[in-house]
């Protein structure tokens, strides 16, 4: 099996994108014998072990990658995460399953190859070439470093094969007309909403259809929740400011006033998940709209009006007002708006709303100093957030203990924090209030919380200088809704599909008079013209309408219209735009699609190497959660 997965061709690039890394870093010699490092195991891979201290390590590394690239957005919530956890685990179990089956396959590197990739790597070189004394006081530091880097190169001979493209051009063609293929169509509805209140339901049926699904009703253990929340801006209500230190402030600081810019925009909009054949035909619409401005440069607040997708701006001619460099836009409109002089058009700008057209209309040139006045609340704002944070550093340990040792009133009277009722929250919930925190959450269900004692939560971190404290006022056990409970609900939805099935059937007997010739009663729509990636229609209307056979028009189909009814879509006319051999959305497309079939054979061949090595994970806990003990 494993040499008929090898053989294909075709088996995921995204597994060396994902899977292919620095095994120096993890330690890869005690993967092959017996000897490994002590600790708790997390996982078993064949015969070998995963061990916690590997599993820790990998863990801060990826959550200090994600503190880079998402900034404030990785939340205490987001970096302890057990879905972070399990992601950080499951991707040593793959890193070990393909180090074990690259040195069961015998694969070699030679010396000549291991001594020229390593003299390729740029921190071992010198003004570009390779310094023989750089690697060897780096060999003195990690001595085995040779023998991991050839078993990363193993694990990469093992996978070279599978770097084909092997979506062929006449294919990518084919399904890039497709995609663009434009069918005009009509459609006749059989709305649900007429049928609905002739439709009664009996007890009878009710209560079959509840015994039916009696799973469906059962609600998980729940609690009703009182919490505090002990923040910096809640430290900061009482705080004064004196004038004297604002001015000491202002007096040593540079208020420059920066320069100022009225900006205009026209937006084409784009769903941050499109696929590449989208956004070409998006920057092409943006660069269309460019050329038709430099010819009329004065249009563009009328086809602003016309053409932008941007709700706020386009009625009033895309004008965003004045704006600062650091007005919290992405970068790549930043450039744009800042980079041209007062009246140029842009070419489109791609940021994560779509493609802009950016003019500037105005400028205020920056460098005199605000005035007092002027920046006075600012300053005195700024002294106040950093005197609460220094309140709230200097109180955090006062309010931990109290909320741990005593009722949540008496805290909430000591540091003046209202007691909010967090209402019903379900064991398999992910947040309390506002606050998207599965430890929090967890710690309602605990035996001191949640049981007779009824002790309040430990004070949880659940964002920058914010602790939550939370009690358990009432505690329910999992249980079955009773039918009265649920009567009405079932009831609704007995109705609504009979409703369906009936206009289902209308439907179908429409379109077996219509293709027999006869007239209907029935009233069709205007002509749409509709393509298969942006159809505005479900998913069930997409398949029929694009499933349809057009050798012969007009043709007709039926299709439901989820939670509406169903319509009869008539095909009237089909076109195909025509697109260059060399246009840039087919060499998008074979990369799409040689992703997509690569993902495929790369759960395959995970799926069977998973099997091969009896793999057995368990989730280790948080240190939080095992420190005391």
Do not use: C
Not at 114 to 141: K, V
Not at 455 to 478: D, F, K, Q, Y
Not at 509 to 533: N, P
Request: hydrophobic share 40%; net charge negative.
């Amino acid at each position: 099996m494993f040499d008929a997965i090898r053989s294909n061709k075709r088996i995921a690039q995204v597994i060396l994108a994902i899977l292919i890394v620095p095994f120096a870093l993890f330690g890869i010699e005690h993967y092959f014998d017996d000897r490994g490092p002590s600790g708790t195991e997390v996982a078993k891979v064949g015969r070998t072990a995963i061990y916690q201290n590997e599993f820790e390590r990998a863990l801060s590394e990826e959550q200090d990658n994600l503190r880079k690239t998402l900034g404030a957005v990785a939340t205490q919530a987001v970096l302890e995460s057990d879905k972070l956890r399990q992601s950080v685990l499951e991707q040593l179990v793959v890193r070990r399953m393909l180090a074990l089956y690259a040195s069961e396959a015998n694969l070699t590197v030679s010396t000549d190859q291991l001594r020229q990739r390593i003299a390729e790597i740029e921190g071992f070189q010198i003004d570009g070439r390779f310094s023989d004394e750089l690697y060897r006081n780096y060999l003195r530091q990690q001595p085995a470093f040779e023998s991991e880097f050839a078993q990363s190169m193993r694990v990469q001979q093992l996978l070279s094969p599978f770097f084909e493209s092997f979506v062929a051009d006449a294919s990518a063609q084919r399904l890039l007309r497709a995609r663009l293929e434009e069918r005009s169509v009509r459609e006749m509805r059989f709305p649900i909403a007429p049928l609905l209140a002739a439709i009664k339901i009996g007890d009878d049926a009710i209560r079959q259809y509840y015994d039916l699904n009696q799973a469906s009703y059962e609600r998980p253990e729940r609690v009703k929740v009182d919490y505090v929340v002990f923040d910096a801006d809640n430290m900061g209500n009482d705080i004064e400011i004196s004038e004297d230190e604002v001015r000491r402030i202002y007096g040593g600081s540079d208020y420059t006033r920066p320069e100022e810019r009225r900006i205009s925009h026209i937006l084409i909009d784009l769903a941050t998940d499109a696929d590449a054949a989208a956004v070409a035909a998006a920057k092409q619409r943006a660069e269309d709209i460019v050329a038709e401005l430099h010819k009329k440069p004065a249009r563009f607040a009328e086809i602003a009006r016309e053409k932008s997708r941007d709700p706020g701006t386009s009625a009033n001619g895309g004008d965003l007002g004045y704006l600062r460099r650091d007005a919290g836009m992405d970068e790549a409109f930043v450039q744009a708006a800042f980079g041209q002089k007062k009246d140029e058009i842009s070419n489109p700008v791609r940021t994560g709303y779509g493609f802009h057209i950016v003019q500037v209309t105005d400028i205020r040139a920056g460098g005199d100093k605000r005035p007092y006045e002027e920046v006075r609340g600012e300053i005195a704002e700024g002294l106040r957030k950093q005197a609460a944070v220094r309140v709230f550093a200097e109180n955090a340990e006062k309010f931990s203990d109290q909320v741990y040792t005593d009722t949540l009133d008496s805290a909430a009277s000591t540091f003046k924090l209202e007691i909010r009722d967090g209402g019903w929250i379900e064991r398999n919930a992910e947040a309390v209030g506002e606050f998207q925190n599965p430890e929090l959450v967890a710690a309602l269900f605990t035996n001191d919380v949640v049981g007779a004692e009824r002790r309040n939560t430990r004070a949880i971190t659940v964002g920058p200088n914010t602790l939550v404290a939370a009690r358990v006022a009432a505690h329910e056990t999992a249980r079955r809704l009773p039918l009265d409970d649920v009567r009405g609900q079932i009831e609704a939805r007995l109705r609504r599909e009979e409703a369906m099935k009936q206009a289902r059937e209308k439907s179908e007997a429409a379109l077996a008079a219509l293709d027999k010739g006869e007239s209907l009663a029935g009233e069709w729509s205007v002509a749409r013209t509709y393509q298969r990636d942006k159809p505005d229609l479900s998913p069930e209307a997409v398949r029929a309408v694009f499933a349809a056979p057009v050798t012969k028009l007009p043709v007709r189909v039926a299709a439901e219209l989820p939670d509406e009814g169903y319509a009869i879509f008539q095909i009237d006319a089909v076109e195909h735009p025509e697109f260059k051999d060399d246009d840039p959305r087919l060499a998008m497309l074979k990369t799409q699609f040689d992703n997509l079939l690569s993902r495929s054979d790369m759960d395959a061949f995970l799926a069977a190497l998973r099997e091969r090595y009896s793999v057995e994970t368990r989730l280790p806990p948080r240190r939080s959660e095992t420190e005391g003990l």
